[in-house]
């Protein structure tokens, strides 16, 4: 994208953007990351978020991060990898190795996209708090497990390049040095399946038999 805003951080009240630059300036492209985080907005006292016990949530059409205050440092890396890999172009939101159409509201690669932000959370802030690893156990678990293969087979530098700048057709083209199309779009929608009809399992730490039967069936 062109780069018409400014390549610094020009406020960082909660003190985390800076956190979040100086961890990842020397080994990924911040391009998306400089264009969001000056106009981002936070809100801590979503009702909806505190109640569910959920932690924070990123919307990049209004880029604002909603947040729960009592997890906010355990949570606010995994959303700032959402923030540093999104971008709006006409009615579809890119964000790492996920596409979303805003008026159908079709959703692609969401799976995959959040197993590999979870691993990226976990190379870069894996101690940022104290508390992040017992909070942070059964986030995404399953896809995270999955996802851990990725990066193996084809090197962290080439994975965060794509993820960062939001190029999920440079992603397919990995997968497809390995296996024909069709089986590289059946391992993302497994996984997109995975996520979508196993969340509880997934948050209580083990993988349910409706998302054993979608994980075997897609990609043995």
């Not at 894996?126 to 995270?144: C, F, P, Q």
């Not at 196993?198 to 998302?211: D, F, N, Q, S, V």
Request: glycine share 6%; hydrophobic share 40%.
């Amino acid at each position: 994208i062109p780069i018409d805003f400014d390549c610094e951080i020009k406020s960082d009240e909660l003190g985390v953007l800076r956190d979040f630059e100086a961890a990842l300036k020397d080994s990924a492209s911040l391009v998306l990351f400089y264009k969001n985080c000056n106009t981002l907005e936070f809100e801590g006292n979503n009702d909806e978020l505190n109640a569910e016990y959920h932690m924070a949530e990123y919307d990049i059409t209004l880029n604002k991060i909603f947040y729960n205050p009592k997890l906010f440092k355990d949570a606010i890396m995994h959303e700032l990898f959402h923030v540093a890999s999104s971008v709006v172009v006409g009615n579809r939101v890119y964000t790492g190795f996920s596409q979303v159409d805003l008026v159908t509201g079709e959703v692609f690669g969401i799976g995959c996209n959040e197993g590999l932000t979870c691993l990226l959370d976990d190379k870069y802030f894996k101690d940022y708090t104290v508390t992040k690893g017992e909070n942070l156990r059964y986030s995404y678990h399953i896809l995270k497990k999955i996802m851990e293969y990725i990066p193996i087979l084809f090197g962290d530098e080439e994975v965060e390049f794509y993820y960062m700048t939001a190029n999920l057709p440079k992603f397919l083209d990995m997968l497809i040095r390995y296996v024909d199309g069709n089986k590289a779009l059946s391992f993302i929608m497994a996984l997109d399946n995975i996520h979508g009809c196993a969340r509880t399992e997934m948050e209580k730490g083990y993988l349910g038999p409706i998302a054993t039967k979608i994980l075997f069936d897609n990609y043995k």
